[in-house]
């Protein structure tokens, strides 16, 4: 199983992202979850969106109102838009899939590079 992340990059602050997780070698379905974590140099990684395989969605205070998960199953992809972005949304974003088995976040995408100018 690979996860693949993308479309992180350089937004002024008001802008908007839209992040790619492509699943290869199991389809999205059999997860459980797939959320979008991120995390700044030195500090914790912060779980910013999920979305269950019955598509419940659930974000963190901070993304609330600006963030949007969704799925597409044909292309085996998440997405996380991200709107009126601010300085303080600049991190690697990491998608990540809970496995139905055990819970966990078990699979892990490399990372993508968010950088809010301001």
């Known amino acids: 199983v690979q996860l693949q992340a993308s479309g992180g990059g350089l937004v002024q602050a008001g802008g908007s992202l839209r992040l790619s997780c492509a699943s290869s070698?199991?389809?999205?379905?059999?997860?459980?979850?797939v959320g979008w974590y991120r995390q700044v140099p030195g500090e914790q990684r912060e779980l910013v969106a999920t979305i269950t395989r019955a598509s419940r969605t659930q974000y963190a205070d901070s993304v609330k109102g600006r963030a949007t998960i969704s799925r597409d199953n044909a292309r085996n992809t998440v997405y996380l838009q991200m709107n009126n972005l601010k300085h303080e949304d600049t991190a690697v974003y990491y998608c990540?899939?809970?496995?139905?088995?055990?819970?966990?976040?078990?699979?892990w995408g490399q990372g993508t590079l968010v950088t809010v100018s301001s």
């Open positions: 990540a899939a809970k496995s139905i088995m055990t819970g966990d976040y078990a699979y």
């Open positions: 070698g199991r389809s999205i379905t059999n997860f459980y979850a």
